[in-house]
């Protein structure tokens, strides 16, 4: 007894060294880095407990004080929003927290980037906290779930308009032969995926012998909007690029499939459950790797959008360039503590914390899982929907960029 004591003490030892040389090895430039594997591994831990603790969590009597016990998918929805919840309030009150940081001398700006050893401490303990809650809260938070899941693809859908006038803009202003001539290629490539992507979007979700008109309205919309993001770019009033037209005429056919592909695996308009109707491990982790690529590529731009997240006085917005440092060494890290930060550090938070509520979804069925459904990644009616509304969004949102300009000249957009 005495050496297994011995030996558990010196495990514990060396695991707690390995976590500190880890932490300690989070430099200022990885710390998005490292928000983003935190919480990549909410998304194992929510997986790995929606596996496996509903045996354990039939038997807490906060939790399972039913007159008859619910049925295991019950419990595994309830395991996933309750690590979901745990993970959405650290993300909360790290975003509070950083309310206001507008250069890095505030020691709130130290907060953000280290102290990493706390962090994963506080965020364990607030995980495992959820646990003690009761159901009432962790069903208001369901609810609220839905709503910031939407808020979570809208975000995404600003952040890609950023992104693709930001794309434009620099290639127009190389002002070359050679990058006009790269706009066109990548436009018509975009426009032949998109054209090429509706056609096997009719051949896969509106098969033969079947009533799928509701199939046929998803991407026959999506056809007309794409037309219509044409004429309105090629408009003499408006003479846009064809270059973010063609980008988001792609993503909002992506959205459409990613919505028809969300249609129970039982029903007969939905094409892909002739491949589909066992649940793989790998359909999970596809769901899962592509829920983290969306969360990095959101934080990743959140630090570089010009037009969202930078705070007045950071340089992406427009303020003055940092002073060249001096040649004393004492004035340069003076100056270096005074140099304003380049993204929103609340905003950022944010974001992951609606990214939150939007894995939450994905893993639950939107809260909504039944049977096999309920056993795989982002399938079911609430989650075809959303999608769709996400593809209108974002039409709507790139129309008005577009038009928005010429109906209020004097404004600013």
Known sequence: MWAAGCLASCCA???????QSVVSGI????ARIAYCGLFALSLIVAWILREVAAPLMEKIPWINHFYETPDREWFETDAVLRVSLGNFLFFSILALLMVGVKNQRDPRDSLHHGGWMMKVICWCLLVILMFFLPNGVISFYESTSKFGSGLFLLVQVVLLLDFV???????VGYDEQFW?????VVSLVCYVATFSFSGLLFYLFTPSGHDCGLNTFFIVMILILVFVFAVITLHPKVSG???????ISLYCMYLCYSGLASEPRDYACNGLHNHSKAVSTGTLTIGLLTTVLSVVYSAVRAGSSTTLLSPPSSPRAGGEKPLLPLDKRDEHE???KNKPVTYSYSFFHIIFSLASMYSAMLLTGW?????????????????????????WATAGLFIWSMVAPHLFPDREF
């Open 180 to 184: 006009y001539a790269a706009l066109l």
């Open 165 to 171: 006038h930001s794309w434009n803009d620099k290639w």
């Open 241 to 247: 690029s064809i270059l973010p037209a063609s980008v």
């Open 27 to 30: 430099s200022r430039r990885s």
């Open 367 to 391: 809260s909504t899982s039944v049977g096999e459904s309920g056993r795989l990644v982002d399938v079911g009616w609430p989650s075809v929907w959303v999608r769709m509304l996400t593809s």
């Open 13 to 19: 030892s060396c695991a707690c060294s390995a976590c």
């Open 334 to 336: 003076e100056k270096e």
